[in-house]
C-alpha cells in the first residue's frame, strides 16, 4: 500500500498489534442533568505519543481530558491509565500533570514558587527541589526570570512558566488544554515546535486539546475528530487529511469537494459514479459500497487541475465558468460553476510568477482529476 | 461608560462632595471653638482637647469600645469568610434557601428589630449584659457584611487556580490554605475593617444589649446629645475623624505605591 | 536529563498526599464550613427573632423578667402547653386598634419612600459623574464616597444639628446673605428627618450604582447618538434603563433600614414627627412594655418582608450572574 501523504512515520505503535495502549477509556460517558458531553466513547493512546483531540467548541474534548485529569467523574465506562483503573483517584493522586489553557499561574508566588509547588507538595528534600527546578527553568529558558511574579511576565512568558510547572514532576501524562490560544500567529509557529521538540527530549505522552486543526495537524502523532461528545475518526493527519472516514471529518479539516451520488456500476475496477444530472465519475475505492448506494466522492481543491482547455488523458473532466476567483498570492482558488449549478473549488499553486493559462472570471474552464485524487465516502 | 465630563457632571460630582463633606468640616472647625457655644466663633482653642484627656467617663467608654470592636471585628471576620465560602463552594445542601437568608438580612433590617431580638434572647438566657453581650450582639451583624464583601471576591476568583493546585498534588485543604486563602487576603482584610467600623459606630445595637455596667462611646455621646453638648463632643469626634482618615489614606498611598510598581514591572516586562 | 524515562517520578513519601486520614479531614472541614457560621445564626439570629414573635404574645408583667408566661424547663409538657395557651395577639388587636401606631408605621413609610426618592435624586448625578470621570481621578472619588462611611455616623448626624437649628449655620449663613429675614424652622421636623437620612445613606446608594454605571457599555450611548439620538435622549433611552439594576439595589439598601431608623429621627426629628423605630425604642426603654415592643417588631418586620424578600432575589441574582 502506497503510504499517505509524503510523511512515513517510523512511530506508529498503533499498527502493531502486540502493543498495550497506555491510556485507554472505555466506554466513557458523561451526563451533566440532561446534557451529555461525553457518549460512550473508547480511545486508545499509547506511550509517547502527541496526541490531539480536534473539535468545535462544545463537542466534549475539554470534559474528556478533565475526566482524565480528575476533575470530573464519568458517568459511565472506565479510564485506565498504564493498566491502572483511575476510578475514584482524585486530581491530586494521579500521575498527571496539566497545562491549562489560562495558564492559571499562581499570582501570589513567582516562577520559582510556581515551578516548584508541585514538588513541594511532595515533601521533596529542598535540595533536590532546587535541582529540579532549575533544571526545568533551563530548559523553557527562563532562567533569569526566577524571582519575577506572574504579573510581570509576558504571555509567552508565562505559558512557559505553566509548561515548566506542569513537566515539573516528571508527570506520566502531560495535558494540555489549547496551550497555544492565547499566543499571537508568529509564537504560535514557534512555540509548535518547541512542544514537539519538548515531548520527543521528554519521552512524555502528551495529550492536546484543540479547536485549531493547524495546531493538531502540525503537532500531533495522531488526531481524534469530536463532535458531540463521539469520536468521528482517530487517525495520522496525513490519514485523516487524504483518508477521511465521513462527511464530516472531511468538511472539517482542510477544504474539500462533496460530489453526491450513486453507485453506478464497476469498469476495469473501478467505480463509476453517477447522479440524475448528468455527472459521471470514474474513481478508485469504492469503500466497498454496494451498486445503487448513496456515496459522496471526496476530494480535495488541490487535486483538481482548471485549465482553459480540455486535458487530453483525464480519467474525469468536466466544464464549467469561472465564478469566482480568490488570490492568496501562494495559490489561487479558482470557483467553478457547473451547468447543473454546483460550484467546484479547485485550486492551483501559483509555483511560477506568470501563468502560462490565464483565466478569469466568467471563462469557459475544464476542472480535471485522476480515479485516485478522492475518497469515496459512505457516511 | 466613556470618560468624558461635561459641565454638568463636574458640578454634580462636586456639590455632592461638597454636601458629604461640609458637616464633617464644620465638626472639625468648631472644636477648636474657644467659645462653649457650637454656634459662636470665639477663637481658636484647643481647650476642649485638653478636658477631653480628662473626662474619664469618656475615655473609659472609648476604651470598652475599643476592645469590642477589635474582638467582634475579628470573630465577624472568621464567620463571615466561612459563611462566604459556604454559599459560594457548596451550591447544594439542606436549609441553603434559609442560611443564605440569614446571612444577607441583617444587611437591610433595621437596627432596632436585631438589637430587641438580640436584648430577648440574652434575657430568655439568662445572661449577664456587658461586654460580652454586645461584642457578641455586634458579631451577629457585622458577620454578614464581611460575607458580602468575602463573597464577592469568591465570586470573580479564578477556580482554575484552584484546580491547578489539585493537579500538581495539593489536598483541598492545603489548596485552600496555600493557593485559595492568600489570593482572596485582600478581601479578608476590607471585611475586616469594614467590620470593625461598624462595631465602632454602633448605637442603636449596643444600647439593647449593653447593660448597665457597659458604656460604649457612641452611647456616651448619644446620652451627651440629648442632655446638652460641650464642644468636647466635637474633639473626640475629629479624633475619630482624624484616626479613620489616616488610616484610609495610609492605606490608599500604599496601594497606589504598589499599582504602579507593578504597572512599572508590567511594562518592563513586555520589552524586547 | 534528556530523554529520562517517564516513569521515573518518585513515589510518594508515606503520607505526603495524605492517607484516609487526610480525606476524612477534608470532608470533616467541608461540614464544618457550613456548620460553624450555620450554628451561630440559628441562634443570634433565628432563635431571638422567634423569641421576639414570642414575646409579642405575651403579656407585660411587672417581674423579672417583665413579660408573663415564662416558659419554665422544669414544668415539662404540661407546662408547656399551659403556657401556649396563655399567647394571645391582645397586643396586636391593641396597636391596631390604635391610631398612633398605625400612623407610625404609615408615617414611617413614607418618610422612607421620600427620602429614597430625594437620595436617588441627589444620588444618581454624583454616581454618573464619577462614572463619567477619568479613568485616573475614580478611585479617589471611590475613596472620597466611602470615608464618610467610615467615620461615625452619630457624629454625622449630630453635625447636622448645629447646622440645621434655628441660631445654626445655615440660618446664619442665608440670613447674612439676606436671602431670609427670619430663621428656617427645619430642625424637628420632617425635612431634618429627610436631609438627614439622604446625608447618612448616600454612599448606599451611590456605589451601587457607580458600580452599574461604571461596567456599561460606552458604545451603546454612541451606537444611539449615531442612529439619531441627542445626548439626554440617549441617556433616557438607553443608559438609565440599564442601570436600573443599580437603581433597584440602592433604593432597597436606603429605603428597608430607613422605615426602621432610630437615631436621625431622635435627633432631628423632634416629638411631632413619628417614625416606628423610634416608637419601638420609647415603648421598650421609656414604657418598658416589652410585650408591645416585640408587637411593633414583628408587624414591622411583616411590613418589610416584601422589600426584603426583594432585595434577596435581586442578591441571589447577582450571585447567579456572578457565576
Known amino acids: 500500500m502506497k503510504s499517505l501523504g509524503s510523511i512515513r512515520r517510523s512511530f506508529a505503535p498503533w499498527n502493531d498489534p502486540g502493543a498495550v ?97 508541585g514538588l513541594r507538595q511532595d515533601r521533596m528534600p529542598r535540595n533536590e527541589i532546587r535541582q529540579r527546578v532549575e533544571e526545568v527553568l533551563k530548559l523553557v529558558r527562563l532562567e533569569q526570570f526566577a524571582l519575577r511574579k506572574p504579573h510581570q511576565l509576558s504571555g509567552g512568558q508565562r505559558q512557559r512558566v505553566a509548561l515548566a510547572r506542569s513537566v515539573a514532576k516528571r508527570p506520566k501524562v502531560l495535558l494540555l488544554d489549547e496551550p497555544l490560544g492565547a499566543l499571537d500567529k508568529k509564537l504560535r509557529e514557534q512555540t509548535q515546535f518547541e512542544l514537539m521538540d519538548l515531548q520527543q527530549d521528554l519521552g512524555l505522552t502528551f495529550m492536546v486539546v484543540t479547536h485549531d486543526q493547524e495546531e493538531a495537524m502540525t503537532m500531533a502523532d495522531r488526531i481524534a475528530i469530536m463532535d458531540r461528545g463521539e469520536v468521528m475518526q482517530v487517525a495520522t493527519p496525513a490519514e485523516i487529511y487524504e483518508a477521511p472516514a465521513s462527511r464530516f471529518v472531511a468538511d472539517f479539516v482542510g477544504n474539500v469537494n462533496l460530489f453526491e451520488g450513486t453507485v453506478a456500476g464497476r469498469e476495469d475496477g473501478r467505480t463509476r459514479i453517477a447522479d440524475d444530472r448528468g455527472m459521471s465519475l470514474l474513481v478508485n475505492e469504492a469503500g466497498g459500497a454496494p451498486e445503487g448506494a448513496g456515496v459522496a466522492f471526496a476530494i480535495r481543491p488541490e487535486k483538481i487541475r482548471v485549465s482553459s482547455a480540455r486535458p487530453a488523458a483525464a480519467v474525469n473532466a468536466m466544464e464549467g465558468e469561472i465564478y469566482d476567483i480568490a488570490y492568496l498570492g501562494d495559490m489561487t482558488v479558482y470557483h467553478v460553476k457547473l451547468p447543473d449549478g454546483r460550484i467546484v473549488k479547485a485550486s492551483a499553486l501559483n509555483a511560477a510568477r506568470t501563468s502560462d493559462d490565464p483565466m478569469t472570471w466568467n471563462d469557459r474552464a475544464w476542472i480535471s482529476f485522476a480515479a485516485d485524487a478522492g475518497v469515496v465516502l459512505t457516511r | 461608560m466613556n470618560a468624558g465630563w461635561s459641565r454638568f457632571n463636574v458640578a454634580s460630582v462636586s456639590v455632592g462632595f461638597a454636601f458629604l463633606y461640609l458637616p464633617i468640616v464644620l465638626l472639625v472647625i468648631y472644636s477648636f471653638n474657644a467659645s462653649r457655644l457650637v454656634t459662636v466663633w470665639a477663637g481658636f482653642s484647643t481647650r476642649w482637647y485638653v478636658s477631653l484627656i480628662h473626662n474619664e467617663s469618656m475615655l473609659a467608654a472609648a476604651w470598652v469600645t475599643l476592645r469590642v470592636a477589635l474582638l467582634s471585628a475579628t470573630a465577624a471576620t472568621v464567620l463571615g469568610t466561612l459563611a462566604a465560602l459556604a454559599l459560594t463552594r457548596y451550591t447544594r445542601f439542606r436549609g441553603r434557601v434559609l442560611f443564605s437568608g440569614m446571612v444577607f438580612a441583617p444587611l437591610v433590617m433595621p437596627d432596632v428589630i436585631i ?111 440629648r442632655l446638652g453638648v460641650t464642644p468636647e463632643i466635637n474633639a473626640i469626634c475629629t479624633i475619630l475623624i482624624g484616626i479613620v482618615a489616616t488610616g484610609v489614606v495610609a492605606a490608599t498611598l500604599v496601594n497606589r505605591r504598589r499599582e504602579l510598581r507593578r504597572q512599572r514591572d508590567e511594562q518592563a516586562a513586555h520589552a524586547p | 536529563m534528556a530523554g529520562a524515562a517517564p516513569t521515573a517520578s518518585r513515589p510518594p513519601a508515606a503520607g505526603a498526599r495524605g492517607g484516609p486520614g487526610a480525606r476524612i479531614f477534608a470532608a470533616v472541614a467541608g461540614r464544618l464550613v457550613i456548620m460553624v457560621p450555620y450554628a451561630w445564626l440559628l441562634v443570634f439570629f433565628l432563635v431571638p427573632a422567634l423569641i421576639v414573635v414570642k414575646i409579642s404574645l405575651s403579656q407585660m408583667a411587672v417581674s423579672v423578667p417583665p413579660y408573663a408566661p415564662v416558659f419554665d424547663p422544669g414544668g415539662g409538657l404540661a407546662g408547656l402547653l399551659d403556657a401556649v395557651r396563655q399567647f394571645s395577639l391582645e397586643n396586636f388587636a391593641w396597636l391596631m386598634d390604635d391610631p398612633l401606631y398605625i400612623n407610625a408605621y404609615l408615617s414611617s413609610l413614607m418618610i422612607a419612600a421620600v427620602s429614597t426618592a430625594l437620595t436617588l435624586l441627589v444620588g444618581y448625578p454624583v454616581a454618573y459623574g464619577m462614572a463619567r470621570a477619568p479613568a485616573t481621578i475614580r478611585p479617589s472619588l471611590l475613596m472620597l464616597v466611602i470615608l464618610p462611611f467610615w467615620t461615625s455616623f452619630l457624629i454625622r448626624v449630630y453635625a447636622w444639628i448645629g447646622i440645621l437649628k434655628p441660631e445654626g449655620l445655615l440660618n446664619q449663613f442665608l440670613l447674612g446673605i439676606g436671602v431670609i429675614s427670619q430663621p428656617l424652622v427645619i430642625l424637628n421636623t420632617n425635612t431634618a428627618i429627610y436631609i438627614g437620612i439622604v446625608y447618612s445613606y448616600l454612599p448606599f446608594m451611590v456605589l451601587p450604582l457607580y458600580a452599574t454605571l461604571e461596567k456599561m457599555d460606552g458604545s451603546l450611548v454612541e451606537a444611539a447618538q449615531d442612529l439619531g439620538c441627542t445626548r439626554t435622549g440617549a441617556f433616557w433611552r438607553v443608559t438609565f434603563p440599564l442601570s436600573l439594576p443599580g437603581v433597584v439595589a440602592g433604593c432597597l439598601l436606603v429605603f428597608i433600614p430607613a422605615v426602621g431608623e432610630f437615631v436621625i429621627p431622635d435627633l432631628l426629628g423632634g416629638s411631632q414627627t413619628l417614625m416606628i423605630g423610634k416608637t419601638l425604642w420609647n415603648e421598650f426603654f421609656a414604657n418598658r412594655d416589652w410585650p408591645v415592643a416585640s408587637a411593633v417588631a414583628v408587624l414591622l418586620l411583616l411590613v418589610l418582608v416584601v422589600p426584603i424578600m426583594v432585595f434577596q432575589k435581586v442578591q441571589a441574582d447577582a450571585q447567579e450572574k456572578g457565576r
Open chain 1, 21 to 117: 495502549p497506555y491510556i485507554r477509556f472505555e466506554n466513557v460517558t458523561k451526563r451533566f442533568g440532561d446534557y451529555t458531553a461525553v457518549n460512550d466513547l473508547s480511545l486508545d493512546v499509547y506511550e509517547r505519543e502527541f496526541f490531539a483531540l480536534l473539535g468545535a467548541s462544545g463537542c466534549g474534548k475539554t470534559t474528556l481530558l478533565r475526566m482524565l485529569a480528575g476533575f470530573e467523574e464519568p458517568t459511565a465506562g472506565r479510564i485506565l491509565l498504564d493498566g491502572q483503573d483511575l476510578a475514584g483517584i482524585p486530581p491530586y493522586r494521579r500521575p498527571v500533570n496539566m497545562m491549562f489553557q489560562s495558564y492559571a499561574l499562581f499570582p501570589h508566588m513567582n516562577v520559582w514558587g510556581n515551578i516548584a509547588f
Open chain 2, 115 to 225: 438589637g430587641l431580638s438580640l436584648l430577648l434572647l440574652f434575657v430568655a438566657l439568662g445572661f449577664d449584659r456587658g461586654i460580652v453581650t454586645i461584642t457578641l450582639a455586634h458579631i451577629t451583624f457585622t458577620m454578614c457584611f464581611v460575607a458580602v464583601v468575602v463573597q464577592s471576591r469568591l465570586l470573580s476568583f479564578d477556580r482554575s487556580l484552584e484546580e491547578a493546585a489539585m493537579d500538581l498534588g495539593a489536598t483541598p485543604v492545603r489548596t485552600f490554605f496555600q493557593v485559595t486563602l492568600p489570593v482572596i487576603a485582600p478581601a479578608i482584610v476590607a471585611g475586616w475593617m469594614l467590620a470593625f467600623t461598624l462595631s465602632l459606630d454602633d448605637l442603636v445595637i449596643a444600647s439593647f444589649s449593653a447593660g448597665p455596667g457597659a458604656t460604649t462611646l457612641p452611647m456616651k455621646i448619644y446620652s451627651q446629645v
